[in-house]
């Protein structure tokens, strides 16, 4: 079998220079369009409101450094306006 390639972008070197730390890679006008692989709802029945793990698929060219977020923009139109999201 394979052996996985290691994923050094996860990682500053060294750990404090954040210099390497890719951001602002896609935007509105240009997003990356990736595929949800999972959900998994990961609180409890009673909690006042709803927290998700959620594992996209992006063939690593969706870099991601712990503590980073992405923004999720749905496909389709808005209601009010009939503009996209």
């Not at 079998?1 to 750990?15: G, H, R």
């Not at 730390?21 to 595929?35: D, E, I, M, R």
């Not at 959900?39 to 991601?64: D, L, Q, S």
Request: proline fraction near 11%.
């Amino acid at each position: 079998s394979a052996v996985p390639k290691k994923q050094d972008f996860l990682e500053a070197t060294p750990y404090y220079d954040q210099s390497t730390v890719p951001v602002n890679t896609y935007k509105n006008k240009s997003p990356f369009t990736g595929k949800v692989v999972s959900t998994k709802r990961i609180v409890g029945p009673k909690a006042t409101g709803e927290t998700c793990h959620i594992i996209i698929g992006h063939e690593g060219k969706m870099p991601y450094w712990e503590g980073q977020s992405y923004g999720v923009i749905p496909p389709g139109t808005r209601e009010k306006d009939g503009k996209p999201h």
